[in-house]
């Protein structure tokens, strides 16, 4: 089994993104069905250590299909470097309390919801689990552009067809230099894929286009020819003599 996240959010619809992440467990992308809710469990708990026992909260909310709520607390240090964790602030109406930032794991639908500032920032992150079959397994690296214009919440460009082998994926992820933009921010995205599904998405095959426009132009990713929107790198490359009549 594969289990990638999708994280969405930020202020409002205009500066949303979206972030994703392949998981691992005991380092092999390859999780055992059985390992699943362990590895959906110890990613939430690396991130809230202050939560008493969360990571077995996630495991009975996964087991269960039910929710669980808790408080976002904030990081300080103190003057020796030491973390301390401080709670946020609350608000009470009709009898109940609200906190500032809090969160919310669906067992069922797997998903971790957070609000800050009572809910005026907020972020959803939902993990997908996938059985892969062994003969379409394959791993993709693209340069993800996040929330590079108001609604539109990422753009992920391929400069590289889907790779046979994760180590030459890692590599290429290690080493793939990004664009130097001041904004959009641009991240560097390891995944592992079904090739058969990845392969019949327009998306793709848009990649694919503009891939063997780069070649036949003789155009790299960064160079001036270059857009961020896909249809918009195609139109550009198009204009260009081949790389035979240059």
Not at 24 to 37: A, T
Not at 107 to 129: H, M, N, P
Not at 202 to 211: D, F, I, R, S
Request: aromatic fraction near 12%; proline fraction near 3%; hydrophobic fraction near 30%.
């Amino acid at each position: 089994m594969y289990i990638t996240t999708s994280t969405y959010g930020g202020i409002d619809w205009h500066d949303s993104r979206t972030i994703h992440e392949q998981l691992r467990n005991n380092g092999s992308f390859n999780i055992r069905e059985d390992k699943v809710p362990e590895t959906i469990a110890d990613d939430i708990a690396k991130d809230f250590p202050y939560v008493e026992n969360i990571r077995d909260k996630v495991l009975q909310a996964l087991s269960e299909k039910s929710c669980f709520q808790f408080m976002i607390q904030s990081e300080e240090k103190d003057s020796a470097g030491n973390v301390t964790y401080k709670d946020c602030g609350t608000h009470e109406a009709d009898g109940q309390t609200y906190y500032e930032d809090e969160a919310v794991f669906d067992g069922e639908k797997q998903t971790l919801a957070q609000d800050y500032a009572f809910g005026q920032v907020s972020y959803i992150t939902t993990y997908y689990v996938e059985d892969i079959p062994d003969d379409q397994l394959g791993y993709i690296v693209t340069e993800d552009f996040l929330a590079p214009s108001k609604g539109v919440p990422l753009v992920q460009r391929l400069y590289h067809d889907i790779f046979d082998d994760p180590d030459a994926a890692q590599h290429y992820a290690k080493n793939l230099k990004l664009h130097d933009l001041s904004y959009p921010k641009s991240i560097v995205t390891f995944l592992v894929c079904n090739r058969q599904e990845v392969s019949g998405q327009l998306w793709y095959q848009n990649e694919k286009e503009a891939m063997r426009l780069m070649a036949e132009k003789g155009q790299a990713y960064l160079d001036d020819s270059f857009c961020i929107f896909t249809k918009n790198h195609i139109e550009n490359l198009k204009k260009l003599p081949t790389k035979e009549a240059a």
